[in-house]
């Protein structure tokens, strides 16, 4: 079973300018989550859609994060205009539903890096 | 809210040797508490979950965690470690009131001495 996919893998921006990544999640996964890991820090969860409707958003910057999750497979998570502070790797999930037992799965992060 | 503490943010042990990571969490009900490992570069893998019923969890590569009501806990716990487990581990507790939204611990990154 392929895993959860990501790109890029990694992005170098300048301050002010706008980035996108991209994810496609397990075969048959409901849900699907963005998570932004900051160095030495734990993820921490941005916003969770359950097929192309969103569930939390409620952590998300939205002045500048946006997310769709158009078809309810692949997502797009895009920061305009990005800030020093983004620097961060985005992880993405996903899970069968939303119920607590469904595991999430995690693809391998896009890591950016903004000068 | 949920919130997860693992108190120690480094651990250095030989290879061979056992060990145990802590993990204390805050919820207010009966947690759903995992434990995730992530390897430089890549994504997190589940090592083990605890939902329900026997409070010792068996998990993938040899580790296991038990849970302790008592003491808010859920430490992760391997006999023999391997020098293939450097890595970070992350504990997360999920509210299932929530739709299955984890909220995670700073890591514990672990080092393994030849």
């Known amino acids: 079973e392929a895993g959860v996919a990501q790109s890029p893998r990694y992005k170098i921006i300048e301050k002010r300018q706008s980035v996108a990544f991209w994810c496609n999640p397990i075969?048959?996964?409901?849900?699907l989550y963005w998570y932004q890991q900051i160095l030495g820090q734990g993820p921490k969860l941005l916003i969770q859609?359950?097929?192309?409707?969103?569930?939390?958003d409620s952590q998300l910057p939205k002045d500048r994060f946006s997310a769709e999750r158009l078809k309810g497979v692949d997502s797009t998570l895009k920061i305009q205009p990005a800030k020093l502070e983004d620097s961060a790797v985005y992880l993405c999930a996903s899970s069968l539903g939303r119920a607590g037992q469904d595991t999430q799965y995690f693809g391998p992060g896009t890591r950016l890096t903004v000068l | 809210a949920q919130s997860v503490t693992q108190p120690d943010i480094h651990i250095t042990v030989s290879e061979g040797a056992s060990l145990e990571l802590r993990c204390n969490y805050s919820y207010g009900a009966t947690p759903y508490l995992f434990w995730y490992v992530q390897s430089p570069g890549q994504g997190l893998q589940l090592l083990l979950k605890?939902?329900?019923?026997?409070?010792l969890v068996q998990g993938i590569k040899g580790f296991e965690a038990e849970f302790k009501r008592s003491q808010s806990s859920f430490n992760l716990r391997k006999p023999s470690v391997h020098w293939s487990d450097a890595a970070e581990y992350f504990c997360?507790?999920?509210?299932?009131?929530?739709?299955?939204?984890?909220?995670f611990g700073g890591g514990t990154r672990l080092m393994v001495k030849p």
């Open positions: 605890y939902f329900s019923g026997d409070t």
């Open positions: 997360a507790v999920g509210d299932n009131n929530a739709g299955n939204m984890l909220t």
């Open positions: 859609f359950q097929n192309n409707g969103v569930v939390d």
């Open positions: 075969s048959g996964h409901a849900t």
